[in-house]
């Protein structure tokens, strides 16, 4: 496996948002609540609704440029969990 010091990537703050930000990960539910608008969360898990709001959240910003994927990472680190 690549090694990194105790210090490494993941603890890289970032500088426009000042927290650490490189490889974090946002569950669906966060995205879908804070993107579209919309919990898609219910009382059982149904990998449909997944797929589709996955599918919606793709649509939506595929043809986005860096910048504007930029602010909305930086959204979604700032948005309540």
């Known amino acids: 496996a690549i090694g990194h010091s105790s210090g490494d990537l993941n603890e890289k703050v970032d500088d426009e948002v000042g927290f650490p930000t490189r490889y974090r990960m946002f569950s669906l539910r ?12 219910s009382d059982v898990h149904d990998p449909v ?15 986005a440029p860096a910048p504007m994927l ?3 990472r930086d959204s ?3 948005a309540p969990a």
């Open 70 to 72: 930029r602010a909305i």
């Open 30 to 41: 966060h995205c879908c609540i804070h993107l579209l608008g919309v919990d898609m969360q």
């Open 49 to 63: 609704d997944d797929a589709r709001y996955s599918l919606q959240l793709f649509h939506k910003y595929r043809n």
């Open 76 to 78: 979604l680190h700032r």
